[in-house]
């Protein structure tokens, strides 16, 4: 079955900008989670959507948000782009339980220049 | 918030040697998962373990959950070139929580 979807792989943005990231999860895959990856702070939690709704968002500030549709694809926006947004932007999609772990995608590549 | 300090950093090996790396937590899991990345790709999922004491295998790797759950460590038996990778460890904390928390990775050479 196909995996984790995310799209585009790579973004070159400037700063001021915004930008919008797109996961397509595993098929049957209810909860979607977002995490952004950087060398210095590791893989920190943005958001995760389950059934349209944000259950839990991590402590990133406003410019960052999602959405999830009711086919289970969600997306992320940033807005007001910033040299410290360049990361990879990695999508989880899990059935519903995160303690079963997730299935990451490969991640979208932002710089932000 | 919490906080997973994963070690080493970096490790050097030799094709053949076995492997050990950890992780410790300020607070307690009740979960904890093992992840590898490959370059370019998004963290795999190795192993996960869900019960304090509990000594888990997938093949070559073997992953134990400590008995104070604030810690995990996986081993990696006979290295062979296509382990090469980053490792993470991560812990969920329970109910309620719909985050796991992530070390900041293991990066494994392993030298032929």
């Known amino acids: 079955k196909a995996g984790v979807t995310q799209t585009p792989r790579y973004l070159i943005k400037t700063r001021g900008q915004q930008v919008t990231l797109s996961c397509s999860p595993i098929s049957g895959h209810r909860s979607v989670s977002w995490y952004q990856q950087t060398p210095g702070q590791g893989l920190q939690f943005l958001f995760e959507y389950f059934s349209e709704t944000q259950r839990n968002k991590g402590n990133f500030p406003g410019r960052f948000s999602g959405r999830q549709f009711s086919n289970s694809r969600s997306e992320m926006n940033v807005s007001t782009l910033e040299l410290g947004d360049s990361a990879l932007y990695l999508c989880?999609?899990?059935?519903?339980?995160?303690?079963?772990?997730?299935?990451f995608g490969s991640g979208t590549r932002l710089t932000v220049v | 918030g919490q906080q997973l300090n994963q070690s080493p950093q970096s490790m050097f090996i030799q094709e053949g040697e076995d492997v050990s790396m950890n992780c410790t937590s300020s607070?307690?899991?009740?979960?904890w998962l093992w992840y590898k990345q490959d370059p370019g790709e998004g963290p795999v999922l190795l192993i996960a373990?869900?019960?304090?004491?509990e000594l888990t295998s997938n093949g070559r790797l073997t992953a134990q959950f400590g008995i104070t759950r604030k810690d995990s460590f996986l081993n990696i038996s006979a290295s062979i070139p296509s382990d090469v990778g980053i490792y993470f460890c991560?812990?969920?904390?329970?109910?309620?929580?719909?985050?796991?928390?992530f070390g900041k990775g293991t990066k494994l050479s392993v030298i032929p």
């Open positions: 989880a999609s899990s059935p519903g339980q995160v303690i079963y772990g997730y299935t």
């Open positions: 607070s307690i899991f009740n979960t």
């Open positions: 991560a812990g969920h904390s329970g109910a309620g929580s719909y985050q796991l928390t």
């Open positions: 373990l869900y019960k304090a004491g």
